[in-house]
């Protein structure tokens, strides 16, 4: 039988928001990990860049700017990186695999980009390598994944994984502000960056998605397999719009799997107020994910901060210091067994939402129908709801429609000369 470790050390890579989370986990709950390992888990070094600058938690002599008092420390079983960034962290997970040692990440920067390098080190060095704070902050998603629905053919997953737009769409809708003010705000609540762009543009999103796609349909998805769309273009007309015709707007990550391929995408979508997801308000989260064994089942929780993301982080290094007691390592890494096949946006579906300006005029509504139905663009409805500058405004939705089609048709309302203004295209989530 394997000798049980008198303490399993941990190195932290990072001392600011989330490390400083895990800190104080480690702390208050030191007894009951313990218990719960078979052995105390300590923070035995903490790299940071600045030693002097006052900080939450007091770590006395744990604290170093030498990278190598934890690479190089035979003693320090888990390395912990929660610095953030592609580099350096990336290569110094790198190195913290080489050297043999256990490696839990929150980095969905790196993983979403670089998750092949680091799961060949880690299979390499038949080390653990765990990321459940990558996506969904503390919700568990990652592991459910890869473990409690092993047994299932992943047909689609679906969520809100981005807090800051989740906020914003939710302030637009409930009290009608514009896109500009919502924004200023998230900036000062401290929600939304002085760069917002990574949360608006879709791109934090688009990170992680790539993560959930890998793992779901067991093939490789990097950041640039992933069609991206931000918030940037949605206004409250459209949000009102949605809202009488029976949606919300959300910022949503989709991946699915069909006979065109992995499909993987991040865009504001309609969706129906009786989604699941419709619900999710504020800087929630939400996962929403459909097997073919256990049907449909969503996670739910704080997506970001502190304490929810130092939770999944925690998690994750008791895993690993189980694995240590007994010996055993790499059980469950890169799941990404196939080369499949990515379904290119032109060969993506979906109904559609169009907002036109148009001149006000007979034979208008004639002329746009038969732009569409040229592209093989059915409507599923068309409605007329008021004058802009003596221009009228068209809502329309379709039908399911590819998108090289809706393209097409798009390019052919944009020559006509009574189409003063294509305002708006958004795609629609089919009701079930």
Do not use: W
Not at 149 to 154: C, V
């Amino acid at each position: 039988m394997n000798q049980l470790k008198k303490t399993i050390n941990v190195g932290m890579l990072g001392l600011g928001t989330v490390g400083t989370g895990v800190a104080k986990v480690l702390t208050a709950n030191a007894h009951s990990i313990a218990q719960k390992v078979g052995a105390p888990v300590i923070l035995k070094k903490v790299l940071v860049r600045n030693p002097d600058k006052p900080r939450q938690v007091d770590l006395g002599d744990a604290v170093t700017t030498d990278l190598e008092a934890i690479l190089g420390d035979p003693d320090i079983d888990i390395v912990v990186e929660v610095m953030g960034g592609e580099q350096p962290a990336k290569d110094y997970v790198i190195r913290a695999l080489t050297a043999g040692k256990h490696v839990v990440t929150a980095n969905k920067d790196v993983l979403a980009k670089y998750g092949r390098d680091l799961f060949s080190a880690a299979a390499e060095k038949s080390v653990d390598l765990l990321f459940e704070a990558s996506v969904g902050g503390g919700i568990p998603i990652i592991r459910p994944l890869k473990q409690c629905l092993a047994g299932n053919k992943i047909r689609e997953v679906m969520g809100i994984v981005n807090g800051t737009t989740n906020y914003m769409l939710t302030r637009m809708t409930n009290d009608k502000m514009d896109y500009a003010a919502v924004l200023a705000e998230a900036q000062q609540k401290g929600y939304a960056e002085a760069d917002p762009t990574a949360d608006v543009g879709g791109f934090d999103a688009a990170r992680k998605i790539a993560i959930l796609a890998s793992i779901a349909f067991g093939t490789r998805v990097t950041l640039d397999d992933v069609s991206v769309e931000g918030i940037t273009g949605i206004t409250t007309q459209d949000i009102e719009y949605a809202g009488e015709l029976g949606y919300v707007i959300k910022l949503l990550a989709i991946a699915s799997e069909s006979d065109r391929g992995v499909d993987v995408r991040v865009h504001p979508a309609f969706i129906p107020k009786s989604h699941p997801l419709a619900a999710v308000q504020d800087v929630f989260n939400a996962i929403f994910v459909k097997g073919d064994a256990v049907g449909e089942t969503m996670f739910y929780g704080r997506g970001a901060g502190e304490m929810p993301t130092a939770s999944a982080v925690v998690a994750d290094i008791i895993d690993v210091a189980r694995d240590i007691q007994h010996g055993v390592a790499s059980r469950i890494l890169c799941t990404c067994f196939d080369n499949k096949p990515l379904c290119p946006i032109d060969k993506t579906e979906s109904p559609y939402y169009i907002r036109l300006l148009v001149e006000d005029k007979p034979g208008v509504l004639a002329a746009i129908a038969g732009a569409f139905g040229a592209q093989q663009v059915s409507l599923n409805s068309v409605i007329q709801k008021r004058k802009v500058d003596n221009l009228a405004e068209i809502v329309l939705i379709t039908y399911r429609v590819s998108g090289a089609n809706m393209r097409l048709a798009l390019g052919t309302l944009g020559g006509m000369p009574t189409v003063n203004k294509i305002s708006s295209v958004i795609r629609v989530v089919a009701a079930e």
